[in-house]
């Protein structure tokens, strides 16, 4: 098990821009991901990178606006969300799973942060 401690949520106004950071207990061999989950709705995949860092993986609704990086010094992730919508409010969840891959399901990861809010106002 790797432990996971979000941070970087906050509240920021439409078109503003955010970044969310992950810092793991155990980084290498982890592929990591980020998944948002809104009042009322299920959580749903935002951006996955492999363990190597050369893959990455986003969901349609954040393509060309958010970012996943990973930092194997500080043996941290990140999540860069830039053009922020009134949809992208949600708590925001960062993941970690063996082995590799990009996987987009909740039930493919097995370690889980607490999460962090995120709220765009309009």
């Known amino acids: 098990q790797v432990q996971l401690v979000e941070s970087g949520g906050g509240l920021v106004q439409t078109g503003g821009s955010l970044r969310l950071s992950c810092a793991a207990s155990?980084?290498?061999?982890?592929?990591m991901g980020w998944f948002r989950q809104a009042p009322g709705k299920e959580r749903e995949f935002v951006a996955a990178?492999?363990?190597?860092?050369?893959?990455?993986n986003y969901a349609d609704s954040v393509k060309g606006r958010f970012t996943i990086s990973r930092d194997y010094a500080k043996n941290t992730v990140y999540l860069q969300m830039n053009s922020l919508k009134a949809e992208d409010t949600a708590v925001y969840y960062c993941?970690?799973?063996?082995?590799?891959?990009?996987?987009?399901?909740?039930?493919?990861?097995?370690?889980w942060g607490q999460g962090t809010q995120v709220t765009v106002s309009s």
């Open positions: 993941a970690a799973r063996m082995p590799g891959g990009t996987a987009t399901l909740p039930a493919d990861y097995g370690s």
């Open positions: 155990n980084f290498n061999t982890y592929s």
């Open positions: 990178i492999s363990w190597s860092g050369s893959n990455t």
